[in-house]
């Protein structure tokens, strides 16, 4: 089992930046990627960006690109999320996602933290 903790949401005016952490505990030995996911009110969870952890190939949804950067410590076992120049459309709940090497599918998750961006 795995377990991951969210912390960094908050409330910020457009153009402004937070930074959201996630830290696993746990079987964390077994790391393949991990990622961050949102969702908004009324709409499906997302894809946002992920990232290798052995190697640190990241990805990213084209709707972040060159505004978000993910990040890892391996030694801490914890993802970050550098969110720049916020627009109100990044307003959602982020959720941490961990994939393990024995499936490789984001079979855990966190509870995610709000991120609301005002105009």
């Known amino acids: 089992q795995v377990q991951l903790v969210e912390s960094g949401g908050g409330l910020v005016q457009a153009g402004g930046s937070l930074r959201l952490s996630c830290a696993a505990s746990?079987?964390?030995?077994?790391?393949?990627?991990m990622g961050w996911f949102r969702q908004a009110p009324g709409k499906e969870r997302e894809f946002v960006a992920q990232?290798?952890?052995?190697?640190?190939?990241?990805y990213y949804a084209d709707s972040v690109k060159g505004r978000f950067t993910i990040s890892r410590d391996n030694a801490k076992n914890t993802v970050y999320l550098q969110m720049n120049s916020l627009k109100v459309e990044d307003t959602a709940v982020y959720i941490c996602?961990?994939?393990?090497?024995?499936?490789?599918?984001?079979?855990?998750w966190g509870q995610g933290t709000q991120v609301t961006v005002s105009s």
């Open positions: 746990g079987r964390t030995f077994n790391t393949h990627t």
């Open positions: 996602a961990f994939s393990p090497r024995t499936t490789l599918a984001f079979d855990y």
């Open positions: 990232i290798n952890w052995s190697d640190g190939d990241t």
